[in-house]
């Protein structure tokens, strides 16, 4: 993990409660936190819920009692709601501890349904490192990985042959990309695996409640803090008749699917946040990415030797990827923390591993002097026009210090 | 494309022990000095892997040889003038 490496938001930077100049709503999140990818800030409507179901939610869901039934109404009344929201039944969606470990139990629980028919689980390269960890940990050697183009996007053909192997037991395809904002081409990857037989997981981690989800997975798993709800709560859900068995010993609960207690109040809470951002996301999506769109024609005008990555149209639509020619990524993420904004990056200088983020290195990238900028719901615009005055000169500070001028 | 033997070069820059994106700037420094020359750059960072091609197509050189260092410390990457073709074996 850790490929992204982040920057504490400032919590001395001032709020930016001013209106906002286009859309004339007030920003909920603190100015300058421009890292939504990473964690998204709480929506209002979660903290409501969830101190609500902190007080009629406690009981334990699985008993007989008058608290147990109303913690069970509103753990029921979630899964509905999620459901309805990711396009699933709600007996096909179980509550996980985390993303991370909705893909882990989704990946593990595939493997081992399909045990008799062999080892392979194949992933695009450019999957989150939950992903290719689960599969690593599920299959060792067999856990293999599908190139991608410069983009970003999964490379169709190579898809194609390797899914017609024999031993496949699953495809693991993400919606758009976690650092780059390609989508990926997960309904024409649903068409291949479907002619093998061979089930596909889809990580909709960054898609959930930012870019309507697709069609044709076996497994959908998603992460609540990503779209604004609270931290420890993921999505897990497996279509009805794809043969999924259970890893966990333990007696399991969440339709026999996730060990341990199902923390109802944060559940409440995070199909409250996915609810509030799913209706206000046709007209956020488009402002954000307009937003993005400034970022990707401006930022090159503006700071020489620029590269943006990703697609530029085909992308998820609240994230941007830059990479600055002799730019040291730790410096460049110090000093916009200095200026009051959060970003992160995928060079190998932010990361605990000292790698240079997978996903760049499969695209072929810069991986210098690397920036994502992510946008958070109801950001204000002002914030992404101050970004824009200031990056220029910390990217020339830091571009000074090294000496590269004239190179 | 290994071997333990390296190719044939004009400078060679042993950038070994410095992390991103110094051995990149200093393939750039000595490009700019010496543009016509051919410059073999041995690196242990993890990122040149990625970023010495990544620069090569910025500036429009042709990378045309890597191969691990003759005493198994880093890579090295013969990076040449555009138009000049390196070695394509040894």
Not at chain 1, 138 to 166: K, N, S
Not at chain 1, 254 to 283: C, I, T, Y
Not at chain 1, 345 to 357: E, K, N, T
Not at chain 2, 57 to 73: E, K, N, Q
Request: net charge neutral; with cysteine; aromatic share 4%.
């Amino acid at each position: 993990m850790g490929h992204y490496g982040r920057v504490v938001a400032h919590a001395s930077q001032t709020s930016s409660a001013a209106p906002d100049p286009v859309s004339g709503a007030r920003s909920r999140t603190p100015g300058g936190y421009l890292d939504a990818a990473s964690t998204a800030p709480l929506h209002p409507a979660a903290r409501e819920a969830l101190l609500t179901a902190l007080d009629d939610g406690w009981g334990d869901p699985s008993r007989r009692y008058h608290q147990a039934r109303r913690a069970r109404l509103l753990l029921d009344a979630a899964r509905e709601s999620v459901a309805a929201r990711i396009g699933a039944r709600p007996d096909e969606v179980s509550f996980t501890g985390s993303g991370t470990q909705a893909v882990g139990l989704g990946v593990g629980g595939l493997v081992r349904g399909r045990d008799r028919v062999g080892r392979r689980v194949l992933s695009s390269a450019v999957e989150h490192s939950s992903v290719l960890h689960a599969a690593q940990a599920a299959v060792g050697d067999e856990a293999r990985t599908v190139a991608v183009d410069e983009l970003g996007r999964v490379d169709l053909g190579a898809l194609r042959v390797a899914v017609a192997e024999p031993g496949v037991v699953l495809v693991a395809l993400q919606t758009a990309n976690h650092e780059v904002g390609t989508r990926q081409p997960v309904a024409a990857a649903a068409e291949l695996c479907a002619a093998h037989g061979v089930p596909l997981l889809v990580d909709a981690a960054q898609s959930a409640g930012r870019d309507p989800l697709p069609e044709g997975w076996s497994v959908l798993t998603a992460s609540s803090h990503k779209w604004g709800g609270p931290a420890g709560v993921g999505v897990l859900a497996v279509r009805t008749g794809v043969r999924w068995r259970s890893t966990s010993p333990e007696g399991a609960l969440e339709q026999g699917r996730v060990p341990g207690f199902v923390d109802v109040p944060a559940v409440v809470a995070a199909a409250a946040a996915l609810e509030a951002v799913e209706r206000e996301r046709p007209r956020e999506s488009a402002r954000l990415a307009a937003l993005v769109d400034r970022l990707r024609a401006r930022v090159p005008e503006l700071v020489p030797d620029a590269v943006v990555l990703g697609d530029p149209r085909d992308r998820l639509p609240h994230l941007v990827t830059f990479s600055f020619l002799y730019v040291d990524g730790e410096a460049l993420l110090a000093d916009l923390d200095r200026a009051g904004f959060a970003v992160s990056s995928g060079s190998s200088c932010v990361a605990d591993s000292l790698q240079p983020s997978h996903v760049l290195a499969a695209m072929g990238a810069l991986t210098h002097g690397n920036l994502r900028v992510s946008l958070p719901a109801g950001v204000a615009a002002d914030d992404v026009d101050r970004f824009l005055e200031v990056l220029p000169d910390v990217v020339a500070r830091v571009r000074a210090t090294l000496g590269t001028a004239g190179l | 494309m290994s071997g333990s033997q390296l190719p044939a070069h004009d400078r060679l820059l042993d950038e070994r022990g410095q992390r991103c994106p110094l051995p990149v700037i200093a393939l750039a420094r000595m490009t700019t000095a010496l543009p016509g020359a051919r410059l073999l750059l041995l690196s242990d960072d993890a990122a040149a892997e990625t970023d010495v091609p990544a620069w090569c197509r910025l500036r429009h050189r042709t990378l045309a040889w890597v191969g691990d260092s003759p005493d198994g410390r880093g890579r090295a990457y013969l990076v040449v003038p555009l138009a000049a073709s390196g070695p394509a074996e040894l």
